[in-house]
């Protein structure tokens, strides 16, 4: 069925850049999503990307789709310690329902 | 402001109760989502509405029941049956029923049991 998978942990230095990678399965995604959730909240859309694109830049964010390996990643530049939290990947399955992944957990370290 | 609100942010359960989590949105969305999140998942799909007066089962329904009555409202009941309810609720909308339509959240709802 319908899968999307992130790596579960990933800890940077402040002020360097954070990669975030997420795979699919279902190419008929027509759109594909990173959400953020900070602790004890709910999600926050950060930005996404329209599936006939490579890529998106958004001030420190930059999304990048490689449709061919089904793979798609989130960069971002600068990184804060506001930025510690969980990201999510989702994509649209053939049923028209998002599918999320496990999310990535963010540290930050100063 | 737009968004969604959900109420209450804690809620505590005894056994044998129905519980019901609320949900309201004022931006004018079609679509109305209930998501179940547990430690270290994703999140999982419990009931999904498209518009008002209808509603389908999503991946985990069995326990669970809703209602959509209103545009701007969706609650979800947790029922007796429903043995294993402690988790995060998170409720969401989008203008369109569909993955192509980014989909809103609320601040969700903490189930426990007593």
């Known amino acids: 069925g319908e899968d999307v998978e992130q790596s579960l942990f990933l800890s940077v230095r402040e002020g360097d850049s954070s990669v975030i990678n997420c795979t699919y399965t279902?190419?008929?995604?027509?759109?594909l999503y990173w959400y953020k959730q900070e602790p004890g909240a709910g999600l926050q859309l950060l930005t996404y990307?329209?599936?006939?694109?490579d890529m998106k830049q958004d001030q420190r964010l930059t999304v990048l789709l490689n449709k061919k390996d089904k793979h798609l990643s989130l960069r971002i530049a600068d990184t804060q310690t506001g930025d510690s939290a969980i990201y999510f990947c989702?994509?649209?399955?053939?049923?028209?329902?998002?599918?999320f992944g496990q999310g990535t957990t963010l540290q930050v370290k100063p | 402001d737009g968004g969604i609100t959900q109420s209450p942010k804690y809620l505590f359960r005894k056994e044998g109760q129905n519980v019901t989590l609320s949900c309201e949105q004022n931006?004018?969305?079609?679509?109305m989502y209930w998501y179940r999140q547990d430690p270290g998942q994703g999140l999982r799909l419990i009931y999904y509405?498209?518009?008002?007066?209808?509603?389908q089962k999503g991946d985990i329904a069995e326990g669970y029941s809703v209602s959509r009555e209103k545009k701007e409202s969706f609650p979800l009941t947790v029922t007796s049956a429903q043995k294993n309810p402690t988790a995060f609720y998170l409720c969401?909308?989008?203008?369109?029923?569909?993955?192509?339509?980014?989909?809103?959240f609320g601040d969700g709802t903490r189930l426990s049991i007593l």
């Open positions: 989702a994509g649209g399955g053939n049923t028209g329902k998002l599918i």
């Open positions: 969401a909308s989008s203008m369109g029923g569909f993955s192509n339509q980014p989909q809103h």
């Open positions: 509405s498209q518009i008002v007066n209808d509603f």
């Open positions: 279902d190419s008929s995604s027509t759109y």
């Open positions: 990307i329209f599936s006939n694109m």
């Open positions: 931006l004018n969305h079609d679509a």
